[in-house]
Antibody
Framework: QVQLQESGPGLVKPSQTLSLTCTVS??????????WSWIRQPAGKGLEWIGR???????SYNPSLKSRVTISVDTSKNQFSLKLTSVTAADTAVYYC??????????????WGQGTLVTVSS | DIQMTQSPSTLSASVGDRVTITCRAS??????LAWYQQKPGKAPKLLIY???TLQSGVPSRFSGSGSGTDFTLIISSLQPDDFATYYC?????????FGQGTKLQIK
């Protein structure tokens, strides 16, 4: 089981860049068995997948956010990060990082961070 | 871009009821389908993966079925702890799109 912890500013001003980091323990971001993702949830609303990264650095993003999102991985720190540019109030949400493990056969498991609230406000 | 559509959005039921939640993908996703349970203020919990495989530790009253575009989550006999919001998710290698969620509330 992987443990994940989100960190970053809880308040971001409109038009600025939201930056979050997820620190991974109990596993390696270099592992070929994992994908690493960011997911967000505005208050009272559903889950929205933001994007994911593989150990190779290959990324995939939600088309609705793709123009503003960058996900990267820092293997030296065993972390992966999210940058979301040009934020507005609509980007206010709890942001989760998650690990997606693909095991033998069809085995699949997901571990989640506890989530961090990011508010966009001046 | 794969879209996931869940129904119903809200479901009212009583303890002991059998409930069914459906999830439809906009294109075939084989069995790359997971179901999650989320309670207020908590991260989602994985219940089922590969459309029908119960995650370790999940009660057997939960079951999943389907392949291709149509999927179902069944709770055979609702327990008080089951009142929560449920999400389906496509997890193929290109996207992890979620359904909009089904809130299961006490009748």
């Amino acid at each position: 089981q992987v443990q994940l912890q989100e960190s970053g500013p809880g308040l971001v001003k409109p038009s600025q860049t939201l930056s979050l980091t997820c620190t991974v323990s109990g596993g390696s971001v270099n592992s070929g068995s994992y994908y690493w993702s960011w997911i967000r949830q505005p208050a009272g609303k559903g889950l929205e997948w933001i994007g994911r990264i593989y150990s190779s650095g290959s990324t995939s993003y939600n088309p609705s956010l793709k123009s503003r999102v960058t996900i990267s991985v820092d293997t030296s720190k065993n972390q992966f990060s999210l940058k979301l540019t040009s934020v507005t109030a609509a980007d206010t949400a709890v942001y989760y990082c998650a690990s997606h493990y693909y095991g033998s056969g069809s085995y699949y498991n997901v571990d989640w961070g506890q989530g961090t609230l990011v508010t966009v406000s001046s | 871009d794969i879209q996931m559509t869940q129904s119903p959005s809200t479901l009212s039921a009583s303890v002991g009821d059998r409930v069914t939640i459906t999830c439809r993908a906009s294109q075939s996703i084989s069995t790359w389908l997971a179901w999650y349970q989320q309670k207020p203020g908590k991260a989602p919990k994985l219940l089922i993966y590969a459309a029908s495989t119960l995650q370790s530790g999940v009660p057997s009253r939960f079951s999943g079925s389907g392949s291709g575009t149509d999927f179902t989550l069944i709770i055979s006999s609702l327990q008080p702890d089951d009142f929560a919001t449920y999400y389906c998710q496509n997890y193929n290698s290109y996207s992890y799109t979620f359904g909009q969620g089904t809130k299961l509330q006490i009748k």
